[in-house]
Every structure is written in structure tokens, then in C-alpha cells.
């Protein structure tokens, strides 16, 4: 695989869209799956938060589980258990069943994100499994900019739950194209070997006591939140406050997601010559600076599209190129347990954007401040994190003594 890196590109590519697109695509129709179901708001956004949570606790399965028995089998039933999830989730009847079938459907989506780490590790060094990440997020940033497009035709054209159906046919190809094409990249000599599943996941207590593992986790976390907290407000903020029609809702959440590729090109373009370290400072001023101003014009009252989705598009462009450093970072601390490592990592970096969806939802509706109060102090947060973890992440390299 390390000699075919445009399949294992486009690989990674596939099983991270499956992932990332699920989350938004079926945004346009939350305000038309509450009138459905006859449910408030908050309860729709549930089956956004509940997906994050899922996607957050699924991810520590997968990793010491690929460990030991190699990445391919856990990408396969990862991949089954999100189509069953999505089907599921078509199938829905109340509010209550499509938020379980969204839990499904994470818990087996959730094992993308957290292989393509483990399988770049496997098979690069840090900085060069950073840029190869960055190829990856570029070529695929792609997919999950049109989905919430794609979602809102599908949803008029067919009804919301077409969305659903068109995300299990998606899914069981991707699955094939696994079962055929992708050779595993663990090699036997370096898997865990014997003890029971709680023993795999013993490392996790070690990994914790990194503190660089903790701060580019952290660094890594409070930055992706900022872009959840915006997937799961801005449908209300778009279509109900500002009166834009569903199935034109995704062309304006393109504008972010544009800035979020061209910064993913940068990252290709710099992360080697750079360094991760330079990478995660630029990245994280960006996202600082997006952020404040997006609080600032909330301050003075100032609703417009624009004054929603131009600072997210600077939140976005700094995302890119802080998030493959950092997350990198992190798995690089354990490399022969990198499935541990980049599931640990997954699961803070989704709990923390869970825990910010949450709060936007407990915070009083009615105007763009919730959201943009939440991504402000994620933007604080994550210029925190990573200065922390310069003061006090220690001198020793980005390997521990974990394994």
C-alpha cells in the first residue's frame, strides 16, 4: 500500500467521506424531520449531538481492536454495522428511532476516521503521515461540502428520507471496494498479542499521562468543534432566521468548506518544509481569529449570511492546517499501538465537539449568539491548548514510553 499512494489515497478518501458527509448531509431537512415527527428543535439536533457522542465512545472499540487483529477486519465491520445504521435510520418512525439509528450508524462510521490515522502511521513518519493526511482532506473536503447540497435536493425532491437510503447505498459500496482492494498494513509482528480486550485498551491510562498526547489531542479537539458547532446551528440559523429555502441552505455552507480545502492544500504544500509544530501555531491563529470575529459582529447585532459564513470560512482555513498536525501529533506519541493512539485521540476530539453541540442547544435560541459564543470559546481553547502544551509538553519527542 505504501507503493500505491494514489489507491491508498483514495482509500482513506472514501472511508472518511463515508464518516464526515453523514454528519451534514441530512442538515437542510432537520426543520422538515421535526414538523415530521412533530419534535422540537432540540430534539432533532439530538440526532446530531447523539451521532458525535457515538462517534466519540465507538472510536476507542476500533483502534486496540485493529491492533491486534489489523486494520482491514475493523474497517469491514465498521463499515457493516454503518450500513445496518443507515437503513435503520430510513426506516425511522419516531424521533426516538431515528436518533438510536443515528447512534448505529456513528458507531460504525467512527471506525474511519480513526484507521486512515492508524494505517498512515503504519506506514509513514510523523510529518509525511501529516501531509499524506492533508492530501486526504483535501481530496475528500470535497464530498462533505456538497452534501448538505446534495441532501437538500434529495430531501425535496424525495423527502428526507431518501437521504438515509442514499447513505446505505453509499456505504455498502464503499464496503466492497474495501473487501476487494485494500491489503492490510499492520504488520503481524507488530499487533498486540494475547490478553482480553480490556487489556488492549490499558494504554489508554498511559496515553493520558502524555502530556504531549493530552495537548495535541486537546489542540486537535477544541479546533474541530468549532466546525460541528456550525454544522449542527447553522441550519436554524440559515433557513429559519434568515428565510433561505433547503435546497439552496448547502450552496452557502460551501463558502467555509472552499477556505477549509485551500487550507488543506497549504498543509500539503508546507507541513514537511515547516514542521507540525509551525503548522498547528499558523492553523490555530486562524481559527482564534475567525472565531472572535464571529462573536464580534454576533456582539453588535449584525445578521447576515455573510456575517456567518465569512468568519467561518477563516475558522475553516486554519482548521486545515492545524487538525493533520495535531491529531498526527498525537497517534505519532505511540507508534507500534498507533490504533490505540488515533482511537483515544478520535474519541476526545468528537467528545469535546459533542459536548460544545450540547451547549449551543442549552443556550437561549432565537439569535446566531449560541453558536457564535460556542466557536469563540473553542477558538480560545484550542490557542490555549497548544500554548499549554509548549510550556509543558516536555522535550522528549513525539515518542513515549506507552508501548
Known sequence: MQERVPLLIFLMVCLMTVAYSTIGI????????????GATPGEVQLTFSTYLIAFSFGQLVYGPLSDRYGRRPAIIVGL???????????????????????????FGGCAGPVLARAIMRDLFDRDEGARMMAFVAMVMGVAPAFAPVFGGYLYVAFGWESIFWVLTGVGALV??????????THAGSNRTVGGSVLT???????????????????????????????????????????????????????????????????????TVRLGGEKMMLIGSILVLTGALLLLLLALIGYLTVFALVGPMAVVA???????PSAAQSAVSVAPRQAGAASSLNG???????????????????????????????????????????RLFGGTNGPTVAVD
Not at 488492549?200 to 493530552?214: E, T
Open 26 to 37: 441530512y442538515t437542510p431537512a432537520m426543520p422538515a424531520i421535526a414538523a415530521h415527527f
Open 80 to 106: 457493516v454495522i454503518y450500513v445496518a445504521g443507515s437503513a435503520m435510520s430510513a426506516l425511522s418512525t419516531s424521533i426516538e428511532m431515528l436518533i438510536v439509528a443515528r447512534a448505529i450508524q456513528a
Open 175 to 184: 464496503l466492497v471496494l474495501f473487501v476487494v482492494l485494500l491489503k492490510e
Open 200 to 270: 488492549m485498551v490499558m494504554v489508554y491510562p498511559r496515553l493520558m499521562r502524555s502530556r504531549l498526547f493530552v495537548g495535541h489531542t486537546m489542540t486537535a479537539g477544541f479546533a474541530m468543534a468549532t466546525i460541528f458547532v456550525y454544522i449542527a446551528s447553522a441550519p436554524f440559523v440559515l433557513i429559519e432566521l434568515l428565510g433561505i429555502p433547503p435546497d439552496l441552505y448547502g450552496w452557502y455552507t460551501l463558502i467555509p468548506t472552499f477556505f477549509n480545502l485551500g487550507g488543506a492544500f497549504f498543509a500539503t504544500r508546507f
Open 317 to 323: 482555513f486554519g482548521l486545515a492546517i492545524v487538525f
Open 347 to 389: 474519541f476526545v476530539t468528537m467528545l469535546i465537539a459533542s459536548v460544545a453541540v450540547v451547549a449551543v442547544g442549552l443556550l437561549p435560541p432565537g439569535t446566531q449568539m449560541p453558536m457564535a459564543s460556542v466557536v469563540a470559546a473553542m477558538g480560545i481553547l484550542t490557542m490555549v491548548a497548544l500554548v499549554l502544551t
